[in-house]
């Protein structure tokens, strides 16, 4: 299973429809925040795409509607997704792990700090794609994804 994860795209409708588009064999599709208009304009053009897409609001999706955290089982594992800003995880991710770990969660998805982050915590893996549209990390650009096997879990942030 392959599940594409894009956070903080804030407007650039371009980013997000190059890493979607590169992308459209995967299984779900993951938008972390702070970018609802500009999808919701892709689904609009696309919208045979949008089942596979699970989005949560971030801090500059105002008057949103939609939920600021979701999890989804994924076979014998489940997602935590969140825009992140909730959480405190510009100065840690404490409070997000152990969110995750309430939730039975053993995969954990946030944006908001515009920075790169993957790793292996407290049994967790934990992926932050950075900005589709304006990094703050010093990289170009980025998105996520998460390869899910009978021999493990993968996780990539690869440039726009």
């Known amino acids: 299973m392959r599940i594409i994860v894009i956070s903080d795209t804030h407007g650039n409708y371009d ?7 590169r992308n459209t064999d995967a299984d779900w599709i993951f938008h972390l925040g702070d970018g609802e208009r ?6 609009a053009k696309n919208p045979v795409i949008a089942p596979k897409i699970i989005f949560v609001a971030g801090n500059c999706d105002y008057g949103s509607t ?10 014998e594992h489940k997602i935590f997704a969140t825009h992140g800003y909730r959480f405190g995880v510009n100065s840690s991710l404490e409070t997000l792990k152990k969110m995750a770990e309430v939730n039975g969660c053993d995969i954990v998805l946030y944006g908001h700090t515009h920075a790169r982050f993957q790793g292996f915590q407290d049994g ?8 589709a549209s304006c990094p703050r990390d010093g990289n170009k650009p ?12 993968v996780t990539n942030i690869a440039d726009i």
């Open 15 to 21: 980013a997000l429809r190059s890493v979607i588009d």
């Open 38 to 43: 500009e999808l919701d304009t892709y689904i």
């Open 142 to 153: 980025s998105f996520g994804h998460i390869d899910i096997s009978p021999a493990g879990i």
């Open 124 to 131: 967790m893996y934990i992926l932050n794609p950075g900005s």
């Open 66 to 75: 939609c939920p600021g955290t979701f999890v989804l089982p994924v076979g």
